[in-house]
Nanobody, 115 residues
Framework: QVQLVESGGGLVQAGGSLRLSCAAS????????MAWYRQAPGKQRELVAK???????NSADSVKGRFTISRDNAKNTVYLQMNSLKFEDTAVYYC?????????WGQGTQVTVSS
């Protein structure tokens, strides 16, 4: 089992920045990929960015150039640095870990961007 705890969400004005953190615990050995997803009201959950165990990253076109995913393996933590936030970035952000093909999810953290 892998436990994921997100933090760092909140209310920010458009153009501002936030950094989300996701701390992993439990059976974290051999986690393949960690990622951030988000779900806005009335919309499907979507991938925001992901990072492999080797450090390769990928992000959605809508956040490219604004959001950066990184990981600190020593702290078993993944970060999402969000800059130039827009109203449409408002959503619940979920941390995800993929291990042996099985996904694990955090409880989510709310990000609200005021226009």
């Amino acid at each position: 089992q892998v436990q994921l705890v997100e933090s760092g969400g909140g209310l920010v004005q458009a153009g501002g920045s936030l950094r989300l953190s996701c701390a992993a615990s439990g059976s974290i050995f051999s986690i393949d990929v960690m990622a951030w997803y988000r779900q806005a009201p009335g919309k499907q959950r979507e991938l925001v960015a992901k990072i492999s165990s080797g450090g390769s990253t990928n992000s959605a076109d809508s956040v490219k150039g604004r959001f950066t995913i990184s990981r600190d393996n020593a702290k078993n933590t993944v970060y999402l640095q969000m800059n130039s936030l827009k109203f449409e970035d408002t959503a619940v952000y979920y941390c995800n870990a993929l291990k042996g093909g099985e996904p694990y999810w955090g409880q989510g953290t709310q990000v609200t961007v005021s226009s």
